[in-house]
């Protein structure tokens, strides 16, 4: 027979919504944030094929936010593979992730893993450190550019408007301006990690 009191009992051990399930939530939407932020990038070659090649060195102001606050949420091994793990399924599904992109991502990936597991999971050192190779992401994305040339150079004539590989080819062989960017990158990361501190200061307060 129905006993209310044996249901009571079964609603408080087993909620209708997990509360270990809000962090994957909080994870997943921190991907997809993530993801937007590769879509404005990409998008910014339409402006012109410099904004491509180099906009990867500002992206990392946006993706400072997107990666403490995950940290936040995941205090061990993870946050930036399943970051870039995300991005790179989705990529791989659409068909546009080469070779030069996988092997970036797995890279700067187990660098910034890696990192974070030396400094401490528990640690901001750790978040800040761990950020650094992270930032450098989109360059994985854009390195096509250098590894492929003619193949990325053959799908702006099939895809960009006429002349756009024409635009291409001075910003892919000024390799002196392309060095430079990757250095500017990492006092922009290092500044963008310090400035989502400031915005989160209620989300990090906890850590060491």
């Known amino acids: 027979m129905y006993n209310h009191n044996d249901w009571n009992t079964f609603a408080a051990d087993k909620p209708l919504i997990d509360k270990s399930m809000k962090p994957v939530f909080k994870v997943l939407l921190m991907a997809i944030a993530y993801l937007a932020t ?25 993706f400072a936010f997107i990666y403490l606050y995950t940290s ?13 793990g995300i991005l790179l399924l989705l990529l791989l599904i ?10 970036g991502f797995i890279i700067l990936t187990a660098l910034s893993e890696i990192i ?9 050192k750790g978040i800040r450190l761990s950020f650094l190779p992270f930032a450098y992401s989109f360059f994985a994305y854009t390195a096509h550019w250098w590894t492929d040339t003619q193949g ?3 799908a702006a004539v099939e895809e960009m408007p006429v002349g756009y590989d ?27 990690i310090r400035l989502a501190e400031r915005a989160m200061k209620k989300q990090i307060e906890s850590f060491k």
């Open 166 to 192: 024409q635009l291409m080819i001075p910003v892919i062989e000024n390799i002196p301006v392309l060095i430079i960017v990757l250095i500017i990158t990492l006092p922009v990361a290092m500044l963008a």
């Open 152 to 154: 990325s150079l053959a």
């Open 72 to 84: 936040t949420v995941v205090r061990s091994f993870g946050v930036a593979t399943v970051l870039n």
């Open 116 to 124: 974070r597991c030396r400094q401490g999971y528990d640690t901001i």
């Open 38 to 62: 590769f879509v404005i990038g990409s998008l910014t070659g339409l402006i012109h094929p410099m904004c491509y090649a180099y906009v990867g060195a500002l992206l990392p102001i946006l």
């Open 94 to 103: 659409a068909g546009e992730a080469d070779w030069a992109l996988v092997i």
